[in-house]
């Protein structure tokens, strides 16, 4: 039987929010797992084990930037690591500057963008020596550039969330549609584009929970196909209530508009970035101890 370390049930909670005797039983049973763990976690208590999806775990800002037109454009994040220096003015402005580069240079990937020529050197040497001045770690970790024949409207939430989006219709549309977006977060526009991988990770929850309720095998199979089909709307754009007016999906909204979506990139700074957290009293405590 694997050891179940208090690290690793701290990490379950905290990914989970769920009461620590709950996260010691759940790692017991998957012999120290910690998806397959949080699996269980979701089996047994719901969707208040999912809270980890919507963590943030990394400092940075989000950059946006749309042509004039409204023709191209581009979501980009930079990372450093305290919060103080993302609402630094000189961060904040080599973010800013990046996602007009993506938007108008059209870089094929961060590396590209890193050569690229900017104030008397590159976009790399701009960040080695904006480290220097700063004093922190800055690391330019993704961006998604757009062009279109239609239009992109743009939203960015505290600088932490940045939506952009290619539509079509009157432009208050596409405000409401970024702004939408980065209330409730879908992966996709449509069933087609939700991960596989998070389809199956549904089902198998469903699974176990509808196993457990005892009944017939084909009353088991709609429960499941159900849950699916809930999951898939809730996290499809389309689907959605929309925000402004939940008596309406986003779907029902656009086709009364007159309007349309074709794409959308939504960005959240630090997701799905660990982020090392320091307990300073055990720290001193420690080397307190390796002096005695």
Same mark, same amino acid.
Do not use: W
């Given at each position: 039987?694997?050891?179940?370390?208090?690290?690793?049930?701290?990490?379950?909670?905290?990914?989970?929010?769920?009461?620590?005797?709950?996260?010691?039983?759940?790692?017991?049973?998957?012999?120290?797992?910690?998806?397959?763990?949080?699996?269980?976690?979701?089996?047994?208590?719901?969707?208040?084990?999912?809270?980890?999806? =919507?963590?943030?775990?990394?400092?940075?800002?989000?950059?946006?930037?749309?042509?004039?037109?409204?023709?191209?454009?581009?979501?980009?994040?930079?990372?450093?690591?305290?919060?103080?220096?993302?609402?630094?003015?000189?961060?904040? =402005?080599?973010?800013?500057?990046?996602?007009?580069?993506?938007?108008?240079?059209?870089?094929?990937?961060?590396?590209?963008?890193?050569?690229?020529?900017?104030?008397?050197?590159?976009?790399?040497?701009?960040?080695?020596?904006?480290?220097?001045?700063?004093?922190?770690?800055?690391?330019?970790?993704?961006?998604?550039?757009?062009?279109?024949?239609?239009?992109?409207?743009?939203?960015?939430?505290?600088?932490?969330?940045?939506?952009?989006?290619?539509?079509?219709?009157?432009?208050?549309?596409?405000?409401?549609?970024?702004?939408?977006?980065?209330?409730?977060?879908?992966?996709?526009?449509?069933?087609?584009?939700?991960?596989?991988?998070?389809?199956?990770?549904?089902?198998?929850?469903?699974?176990?929970?509808?196993?457990?309720?005892?009944?017939?095998?084909?009353?088991?199979?709609?429960?499941?196909?159900?849950?699916?089909?809930?999951?898939?709307?809730?996290?499809?754009?389309?689907?959605?209530?929309?925000?402004?007016?939940?008596?309406?999906?986003?779907?029902?909204?656009?086709?009364?508009?007159?309007?349309?979506?074709?794409?959308?990139?939504?960005?959240?700074?630090?997701?799905?970035?660990?982020?090392?957290?320091?307990?300073?009293?055990?720290?001193?405590?420690?080397?307190?101890?390796?002096?005695?």
């Amino acid at each position: 039987m694997a050891e179940i370390s208090a690290s690793m049930v701290k990490e379950l909670r905290e990914k989970t929010d769920a009461p620590m005797m709950e996260c010691k039983k759940a790692l017991t049973e998957a012999e120290g797992d910690l998806a397959r763990a949080e699996e269980i976690l979701r089996v047994k208590l719901g969707n208040k084990a999912s809270k980890a999806a =919507a963590r943030v775990t990394a400092e940075g800002l989000i950059g946006l930037y749309i042509s004039p037109d409204a023709k191209q454009g581009a979501v980009i994040e930079v990372n450093c690591e305290t919060d103080f220096v993302a609402k630094n003015n000189d961060f904040v =402005a080599y973010v800013n500057t990046l996602a007009e580069m993506v938007a108008t240079k059209n870089p094929a990937d961060v590396a590209a963008l890193s050569e690229l020529p900017l104030e008397g050197g590159t976009v790399e040497t701009v960040r080695t020596a904006l480290i220097g001045k700063i004093g922190e770690n800055i690391s330019i970790r993704r961006f998604e550039r757009m062009e279109t024949a239609n239009k992109l409207a743009s939203y960015v939430h505290g600088g932490k969330i940045g939506v952009l989006v290619d539509f079509s219709g009157a432009d208050g549309v596409g405000k409401d549609l970024a702004m939408h977006i980065a209330a409730t977060k879908p992966k996709a526009l449509n069933a087609d584009g939700v991960p596989a991988a998070d389809i199956a990770t549904e089902r198998s929850v469903a699974e176990q929970k509808a196993a457990e309720s005892g009944k017939p095998a084909d009353i088991v199979a709609k429960m499941v196909e159900g849950s699916v089909q809930k999951f898939l709307k809730e996290v499809t754009l389309l689907s959605q209530p929309f925000v402004k007016n939940d008596k309406q999906t986003v779907e029902q909204m656009l086709k009364a508009e007159n309007a349309g979506i074709a794409r959308f990139a939504l960005f959240i700074v630090g997701e799905g970035i660990e982020k090392k957290t320091t307990d300073f009293a055990a720290e001193v405590a420690a080397a307190a101890a390796g002096r005695a």
